[in-house]
């Protein structure tokens, strides 16, 4: 191995160049040459330095090469690495990584830019404008951090901040990761994230599989679902057909609230609500409630406790055994008239019904209503004797909120005895 040394001086330049001639064969046996050269460039307003490495083969021709250069002028400091790559005897160079200041400007470049320890940012603000900043950023941050501690808690918000610490931070492009960002404000078209805590969220358009605050305000206009926010009403977009509903399903039973057309499509009928309790608990769809009114809802109608305002008919249909406890009929109960027995019973409107007659063949009903305001319709099966009907029209006696007394008379005014009797209830429920 020969080393070589060139030394050239020609105005204010020098040149220094060393050679290695060594037999070197690469995978391919075609690197049989690394020559090493380096240069030196002093001129009045400039300095300039260049380091090589090339690589040739049998040929003499280059198959590699490796240079770093420095520039110096008065405002301007280029660095920079290339590379020179033969390919198919075409000698292509890139620029590996370059470091340029120029004026008051910094540029950098490179597949990968490591930095590690703190990186601190210092603005070029005047000292008032940066207190003034600094005043600021630091009323915010405190407000933000505040707030950070109150929703994770001291513990985990400081556990939060060492975490990011011990993590790093990747530029690339227009891709950063990280792992904690504090700002006063975040403008982007799209956020991206598994958690975002923030006082403020102001956003064109938010997607997220969950969303998890303690307060949501939309503003007129905003699309909820298939509703829109009008004022403070929500209302269906385009006459669209939509509802909102709340299902319940436990182990016994069913709940289904809905406002708006939520009724099963398969029935065909289409509604404004849907209130439905299915199952074998306690099914209760919809309990109203209107009490304490101190006016009267017409002259002489009662107080305006009106738990139901409604026009047009009702179609209801009761089960085999269901309650019923409404005004109107509270009860009909069929006895047998000579021994008393209870034949048949349906209604719900009071609970507690006993009969008894006594020596004058009164019928004696008592009842826990609880008050007076109820009537009572005596319908008797007459009795066919001698091949001929008795009349037997009722009248009552005696008639109070727990007992009422009914007799059954002939045309003679005699009283009689009916086979079978069917009493009908009708009132306000007891209390």
């Known amino acids: 191995m020969e080393r070589i040394f060139h030394y050239t001086t020609h105005e204010q330049t020098i040149y220094i160049k060393s050679e290695i001639d060594k037999p070197v064969v690469d995978l391919f046996e075609r690197l049989t040459k690394t020559e090493f050269s380096t240069q030196l460039v002093i001129l009045n307003n400039s ?6 490495q090339n690589d040739f083969d049998s040929l003499g021709s280059l198959v590699s090469g ?7 002028l008065p405002n301007t400091i280029d660095a920079r690495i290339t590379t020179q790559t033969n390919e198919g005897g075409i000698i292509k160079t ?12 910094i540029k950098l470049g490179a597949k990968s830019i490591n930095v590690s320890g703190a990186t601190v940012f210092n603005s070029l603000a005047t000292q008032t404008q940066a207190q003034g900043y600094a005043g600021d950023a630091l009323n915010t941050a405190k407000g933000y951090t505040d707030n950070l501690k109150t929703t ?4 985990a918000f400081e556990d939060e901040i060492g975490k990011s610490k011990l993590d790093s931070t990747i530029i690339d492009g227009g891709f950063l990761k990280t792992t904690l960002i504090a700002a006063n404000s975040i403008t982007a078209d799209k956020i991206d994230v598994t958690s975002v805590r923030a006082v403020v969220l102001t956003t064109e358009s938010l997607q997220a599989v969950r969303i998890v605050t303690g307060n949501i305000e939309v503003t007129n206009n905003a699309l909820v679902g298939g509703f829109k926010v009008s004022s403070y009403n929500l209302a269906n977009v385009d006459n669209r057909d939509c509802w909102i509903s709340v299902t319940c399903n436990d182990a016994y039973s069913k709940r289904v609230s809905s406002l708006g057309n939520n009724y099963p499509s398969s029935t065909g009928i289409a509604t404004a609500g849907y209130f ?8 209760h769809a919809l309990i109203l409630n209107a009490t304490g009114s101190t006016e009267n809802t017409d002259i002489w109608g009662g107080k305006s406790n009106l738990a139901i305002w409604a026009t047009g008919g009702v179609k209801w249909r009761m089960n085999s055994g269901d309650h019923w406890c409404m005004p109107g009929v509270l009860g009909v109960f069929e006895i047998d ?10 209604g719900n409107g009071f609970s507690s019904l006993g009969i008894s007659r006594g ?27 001698d091949g001929r009907w008795i009349e037997s029209i009722p009248m009552y006696v005696d008639k109070s909120s727990t007992y009422i007394k009914i007799f059954f008379k002939t045309g003679s005014n005699d009283t009689t005895l009916p086979r079978y009797i069917t009493f009908v209830f009708f009132g306000r429920n007891g209390v």
Do not use: C
């Open 276 to 283: 439905s309790a299915t199952g074998s608990s306690r099914n």
């Open 337 to 346: 008239g000579w021994s008393l027995a209870m034949q048949n019973r349906w």
């Open 94 to 105: 890139n620029v590996e990584s370059w470091f340029t200041m120029e004026g008051n400007i």
């Open 66 to 72: 490796h240079t770093s250069t420095l520039n110096q």
């Open 359 to 385: 020596s004058d063949k009164a019928y004696a009903i008592t009842h826990n209503i609880g008050h007076t305001e109820y009537t009572v319709l005596a319908i008797p099966f007459v009795t066919n004797t």
């Open 152 to 155: 994770l808690g001291e513990l």
């Open 47 to 52: 300095i300039s330095s260049k380091v090589a």
